[in-house]
């Protein structure tokens, strides 16, 4: 067994099956306030913060012009698919099997902080995880580190500390890296292999369980 590190899990999309609910949202969000965007490319954003989203997709003039309020529809949109949203499979054995290997467990989320209240029920999760961070607790979600450093703060530790992320879409990634952080990645996003392993994935898996399977061959060892 390695050495006890901290372990910062993704919950949207990684534990948790929501990135599909997002990008429908998202689209539903955008169409009331009469911008039409493919599902598809939404959904290639999804893991991106709101706070950058709308940008992302339709550039600074529709940020300025609609951002606010295209955000403020998705948490309407979204909070109507809540009752749909279920654990990934292992998610909750993910979370004790990294306990029982002695890492600190601190989960991390650009989403809203009730969502993320409600990911923590579904998940039984306030016994297991250290603490937990939401876009409430930053100014840039991923891809910057902010949430990913926030979180080590959150636990006492020091931005250089041995973590590993766990996390489901290319932005998990690229924050972990922009953080100094390796990252584990599971296929519940939607993203490829290979643009997994491109942003710098050290290993990709399809759910939390087989993860939890296989983490003799990761970091999180």
Do not use: C
């Not at 990684?14 to 955008?30: E, I, N």
């Not at 004790?96 to 989320?109: I, M, Q, Y």
């Not at 530790?157 to 766990?166: M, Y």
């Amino acid at each position: 067994m390695s050495t006890p590190l901290v372990a910062v899990l993704d919950v949207d999309g990684t534990l948790v099956d929501t990135d599909y609910q997002h990008a429908l949202a998202w689209y539903r969000a955008f169409r009331s306030l009469g911008e039409t965007f493919p599902v598809w490319r939404i959904h290639r954003l999804i893991g991106m913060g709101g706070d950058q989203l709308v940008e992302a997709i339709g550039g600074e003039e529709l940020d300025q012009r609609i951002g606010d309020r295209a955000r403020e529809s998705w948490v309407e949109e979204f909070d109507a698919l809540l009752p749909e949203v279920a654990p990934l499979p292992g998610a909750r054995d993910l979370l004790v099997g990294l306990r029982e290997r002695e890492h600190r467990v601190v989960l991390a989320s650009s989403g809203k902080p009730h969502h993320v209240d409600h990911y923590l029920d579904l998940l039984d999760a306030r016994d297991v995880a250290e603490a937990w961070i939401t876009s409430g607790d930053v100014e840039a979600t991923e891809p910057a580190p902010d949430l990913l450093q926030v979180a080590l703060r959150e636990l006492g530790e020091p931005e250089g500390a041995r973590s590993v992320v766990v996390g489901d879409p290319v932005w998990d990634v690229e924050a972990a890296a922009n953080a100094g952080m390796p990252a584990v990645a599971v296929r519940s996003g939607g993203a490829g292999d290979e643009e997994l392993r491109e942003a710098g994935a050290v290993g990709v898996f399809d759910t939390p369980g087989e993860l939890l399977a296989g983490l003799g061959g990761t970091p999180l060892a």
